[in-house]
């Protein structure tokens, strides 16, 4: 670990770091601002029948589940359906 900051390996990277051409090994550190569009890594912790899929980089497509890495980025969400959110204020 390097000031304060480690090497981690990205399963699936979300359409939104695109971008940042980001490689499947980032470095992360766990200070992390919420700030719409501060790229974050997190770890799937469950499998899920629905809302389960990710769009890549490339344009695919990829279902997540249980155990993925993912880069993806935070965000203001709304949605008709499914899952909707805004960053917090501090």
Not at 64 to 85: C, E, I, M, P, T
Request: one cysteine or more.
């Amino acid at each position: 670990m390097v000031n304060g900051m480690r090497s981690v390996l990205v399963d699936k990277l979300a359409s939104v770091t695109q971008a940042c051409g980001l490689s499947h090994e980032v470095r992360i550190c766990e200070d992390i601002p919420a700030e719409e569009g501060v790229v974050i890594v997190v770890e799937v912790l469950t499998n899920k029948s629905t809302y389960n899929t990710l769009e890549l980089t490339s344009g695919r497509m990829a279902k997540v589940g249980k155990g993925d890495v993912v880069a993806g980025a935070l965000g203001h969400r709304q949605a008709l359906f499914g899952y909707s959110g805004h960053v917090p204020r501090r």
